[in-house]
C-alpha cells in the first residue's frame, strides 16, 4: 500500500468516524470505520479492526483505479466511492472531464485527469462541477435520509474542496 492511499484513508476515517456507531436513521445498520453491516455482510463489523477496515478500503481504492489518478481526483474518487458511493464518482468525474461517460475508468479518462490537472494547476472549473455534482447528489435523495445527514454530507463535501485546495495551493497538485 502506498502513501497516498493512507493520506486518502486519513481524510476518510476523520469524516466516517473510527467508532462503532448504530444510527437507526442510516440504512446500512452498524457501522464501524465507515464500515456498514448491510454493504459487508461477510465482516462482522462490531468486530472490525482498524486494520480490517483499512484492507476493505484497500480494496475500493485499488477498485477505482485511485492509484492511477492524478492529485487531487485520486482524493475525490476515493471518497466519493465512499460517500456517495460507488455508481457516483466515475460518471461524474467523466461528465465534468468532459469525455464519454460509461462508468468505466480507463486511459482515456485517465488521460484526461492527468491533463486537467497539469494543464489548470489550480482550483479548475472540472473539479469545481465535481463537488457541485456530488452536492446536487445529495439533494436528490429521498427527504428521509437528508434530514438527518444533510449537513455532514454538506460538511464533508465542503472538507474535501478545502483539502483539494491546500494540495492545489502548497503546489502539490501542477
Avoid at 477498485?63 to 492529485?71: A, D, I, M, V
Avoid at 484526461?112 to 446536487?136: D, M, P, Q, T, Y
Avoid at 434530514?147 to 501542477?174: E, M, Y
Wanted: aromatic share 12%.
Amino acid at each position: 500500500m502506498d502513501s497516498r492511499f493512507d493520506t486518502c484513508l486519513n481524510f476518510v476515517l476523520d469524516w466516517e468516524g473510527r467508532t462503532l456507531e448504530f444510527d437507526p436513521h442510516d440504512p446500512g445498520g452498524v457501522t464501524f470505520y465507515g464500515i456498514d453491516q448491510r454493504d459487508h455482510p461477510g465482516v462482522d463489523v462490531k468486530t472490525l479492526t482498524v486494520e480490517g477496515a483499512r484492507d476493505i478500503y484497500y480494496e475500493l481504492w485499488t477498485k477505482f483505479k485511485c492509484g492511477s489518478l492524478p492529485q487531487p481526483w485520486d482524493l475525490l474518487v476515493f471518497d466519493s466511492a465512499v460517500n456517495p458511493g460507488p455508481s457516483f464518482p466515475i460518471r461524474a468525474m467523466q461528465d465534468c472531464l468532459a469525455v464519454k461517460v460509461d462508468g468505466l475508468l480507463g486511459p482515456r479518462t485517465i488521460a484526461a485527469a492527468e491533463s486537467n490537472v497539469s494543464a489548470i494547476g489550480h482550483f479548475n472549473s472540472s473539479i469545481k462541477c465535481f463537488l457541485r455534482k456530488r452536492l446536487s447528489y445529495y439533494a436528490h435523495l429521498p427527504w428521509r435520509l437528508r434530514k438527518h445527514f444533510a449537513d455532514g454530507w454538506t460538511n464533508r463535501t465542503i472538507a474535501l474542496a478545502s483539502q483539494v485546495k491546500v494540495l492545489i495551493l502548497d503546489g502539490v497538485v501542477v
